[in-house]
């Protein structure tokens, strides 16, 4: 699949919501050999996230590809409210959400999607200062 188109596509997606999306893309990320539908539910998941994250008014949700050794890094990064040490917790427990009308399934399905392609998610976030979600994956991870 192509990582950086479908990541133009959930950006051109979460503009619509009125947030200011920066994309920084490395362009010589290689197709890869990965399932896009995942990959697309994965990021679509954590946008939406930094996007509620953001006060009304202002606040940016940056997204950014990376080649690696071995596959690919996407972080999803906003300047939002962040997360206490307590909330980062729980983040990823089923039912569990700090949105009112949150499902509370968003972050524990982006952790399954990770693991089942073979990758790693880290999170670093500070109340106050925003939130990254770092995903790595390798690129033979999953079906295509």
């Known amino acids: 699949c192509d990582v950086n188109a479908i990541v133009r596509q959930v950006a051109g997606g979460a503009e619509a919501r009125t947030a200011a999306i920066e994309l920084r893309?490395?362009?010589?990320?290689?197709?890869?050999?990965?399932?896009?539908?995942?990959?697309?539910?994965?990021?679509?998941?954590?946008?939406?996230?930094?996007?509620?994250?953001?006060?009304?008014?202002?606040?940016?949700?940056?997204?950014?590809?990376?080649?690696?050794?071995?596959?690919?890094?996407?972080?999803?990064?906003?300047?939002g409210r962040g997360m206490t040490e307590q909330e980062l917790a729980r983040a990823f427990d089923d039912f569990y959400t700090t949105r009112e009308g949150g499902t509370g399934l968003g972050l524990s399905v982006v952790r399954r999607l990770v693991a089942d392609m073979s990758g790693t998610l880290r999170v670093e976030t500070e109340p106050g200062a925003g939130t990254r979600f770092i995903i790595e994956l390798p690129a033979g991870g999953g079906a295509s």
């Open 25 to 79: 893309l490395d362009e010589r990320l290689p197709a890869i050999d990965a399932d896009g539908v995942a990959l697309r539910r994965i990021l679509e998941n954590l946008v939406g996230n930094a996007v509620d994250s953001l006060d009304q008014a202002s606040g940016t949700v940056a997204l950014i590809t990376e080649a690696t050794p071995t596959g690919f890094r996407i972080t999803v990064a906003d300047t």
